[in-house]
């Protein structure tokens, strides 16, 4: 059986900012005013990088009067974990397995 890996997950958290929001979510829920604070990017950039982890699963929100927290969810990056794990074990499982040349 083959381990796949999500690419799509893969390209929302390859970008530079988002992961830099993804490692600060992480730590704590911060709201948007937090997280243009901490990595000095401008709030439409930053709310459009928001948008994409919002929408691929990664940060969940909670309205707080005019703010809204995000927060991060832990369960989709085990889940990429994961999927990288088995493709590790898969790696060592067949180590020494190499297909001939013709």
Request: aromatic share 4%.
């Amino acid at each position: 059986m083959l381990t796949s890996v999500d690419t799509e997950l893969l390209k929302v958290l390859a970008d530079p900012l988002r992961l830099q929001i993804v490692t600060l979510l992480a730590r704590e829920t911060l709201c948007t005013t937090h997280l243009v604070e901490e990595t000095g990017a401008r709030q439409t950039n930053l709310s459009n990088h928001l948008k994409v982890l919002r929408e691929a699963g990664v940060v969940e929100t909670e309205p707080c009067g005019r703010f809204t927290y995000y927060r991060l969810r832990p369960d989709v990056i085990e889940q990429l974990a994961g999927q990288f794990a088995g493709l590790a074990a898969t790696a060592r499982a067949h180590a020494d397995s190499k297909r001939s040349c013709p």
